[in-house]
């Protein structure tokens, strides 16, 4: 029941203790979406007890009959089960964090906002957490290895290579999702700073494109002799030079691609 237990094994009594953590999904909006808990397993001479604080998707599909072959006479080949289908779910959500990120990097290109940002910091706790508990179970598993605890069969021997296949599997999309996302948060961080950079300079550029007619406006607003005072088409010459200069203002931030 401690959240922080590393997985391990542990003999006492002729009886198996073996804790290992398996993913749990919090939800969208949590900090961060993707945990990992520790699961007991107890194998007696006549018992097979599982021991979670969470409700896992893990025993739900022993429960559900999706695993094939699954049996609760042979414990050994139960407890391999349980293992693949850990495995297999940390595969399972690997996918769905590479899924969002993928939604977050289209977000991501047109934004000029943290947030994004931020929701991408979420996921990467998320892998950190898988990376660790990931490591956490192959050192377990090799444990068990040793322990030759799976050698009276050959199928069970088969499955726990599967097990391990899964794991290092897992363990190697982990560390790619990780390091593609870390790249990734410092290159969008980049972008979203020359988003807001070009927002600024177009900004910049409408401020003098409109100070413009405010600099001809001011000078004819003074009591002072100015041309074209004493012509009745002075209005109609003041407002065309204006719109003429800032057409050519305009034309040439075009040019030097500030709009």
Same mark, same amino acid.
């Given at each position: 029941l401690d959240v922080d237990e590393r997985a391990r094994t542990e003999r006492e009594n002729g009886d198996l203790l073996v804790i290992l953590r398996v993913p749990l999904y919090v939800g969208p909006d949590a900090d961060p979406p993707y945990e990992t808990v520790p699961v007991g397993i107890i194998l007696t001479e006549t018992l097979i007890v599982t021991l979670c604080q969470a409700d896992i998707d893990v025993t739900k599909d022993l429960a559900t009959g999706r695993v094939r072959g699954l049996s609760t006479v042979k414990r050994n080949r139960f407890l391999l089960h349980l293992l693949l289908v850990t495995s297999q779910r940390y595969l399972a959500h690997l996918r769905a964090i590479d899924a969002a990120v993928d939604r977050l990097e289209d977000r991501l290109q047109r934004s000029m906002r943290n947030r994004e940002v931020q929701e991408l910091l979420k996921y990467?706790?998320?892998?950190?957490?898988?990376?660790?508990?990931?490591?956490?179970?192959e050192l377990m598993l090799r444990r068990l290895e040793r322990t030759r605890l799976f050698e009276a069969f050959p199928d069970d021997?088969?499955?726990?290579?599967?097990?391990?296949?899964?794991? $290092?599997?897992?363990?190697?999309?982990?560390? @790619?999702? +990780? !390091?593609?996302?870390? $790249?990734?948060?410092?290159?969008?961080?980049? @972008?979203? +700073? !020359?988003?807001l950079n070009v927002v600024m300079k177009f900004l910049a550029s409408i401020t003098i494109v409109l100070s413009?007619?405010?600099?001809?406006?001011?000078?004819?607003?003074?009591?002072?002799?100015?041309p074209l005072a004493g012509n009745p088409y002075a209005f109609f010459v003041v407002i065309g030079a204006m719109l003429v200069i800032c057409a050519l203002v305009v034309a040439l931030f075009r040019r030097l691609d500030w709009f």
């Open positions: 990467q706790k998320s892998l950190t957490y898988f990376t660790t508990a990931l490591k956490s179970n021997e088969d499955l726990l290579e599967d097990v391990l296949t899964e794991v $290092q599997q897992a363990i190697e999309m982990t560390n @790619i999702s +990780s !390091n593609i996302l870390s $790249q990734m948060m410092d290159a969008f961080a980049s @972008i979203i +700073s !020359n988003n413009i007619p405010t600099i001809v406006a001011s000078l004819y607003g003074m009591n002072v002799g100015l």
